[in-house]
């Protein structure tokens, strides 16, 4: 197979790291009978590589810059992401109509959202207790949960202190 082609030089360890993120994606998809194309690796690779929340058309963006196709087509990329998003490989971020890739995709936990409103900086908290939190609220109402976002808004430390400077 064809190794993809990836955005702007990944610096050495990101590209190692990336590597293993594209060969965990691919055996989740596998698992679940799907197939990790290349064109869902590019978007899942232009996603991680960037760091934080990256919308729709900076994806389709970046997308252009690195593929062969003249134009991409804003449904192509929307599948894609769509089907990202099924197998839980990427966040979406309802509050800033974004997404973001997920930094631990086995692990089967709430991830809070930390967004910073200035810089657009999200950082992904693991945290048992939000978990426990929302099945027992779940449990409580017989509520069964298809899907679970927690997103925090506010400002990252960087932000603040600048701000105080
Ligand atoms: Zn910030």
Partial sequence: MPS???????????????????NTAETICNKAGFKLTELRRQVLSII????????????????????DREQVAPPTVY???EFLLQQGLIHRI?????????RHL??????????????????????QVFQQAINLSANEMKFHIQGQ?????????????????
């Fill in 106 to 127: 086995l692990k089967n936990q709430v991830e809070a959202l930390f967004i910073c409103q200035n810089c657009g900086e999200a950082r992904e908290v693991t945290n």
């Fill in 79 to 81: 599948r894609s992401v």
């Fill in 48 to 67: 991680w590589l960037y760091g934080k929340p990256i919308g729709a058309y900076d994806i389709m963006a970046e997308l252009e810059k690195i593929s």
């Fill in 94 to 102: 309802h509050s800033l109509n974004a997404f973001m890739a997920k």
């Fill in 4 to 22: 993809p082609t990836l955005p702007s030089n990944p610096k050495a360890p990101e590209r190692a790291q990336l590597e293993r993120l594209l």
């Fill in 149 to 165: 976002a927690v997103e925090v808004l506010g400002q990252c430390q960087n932000c603040r202190n600048k701000g105080s400077k």
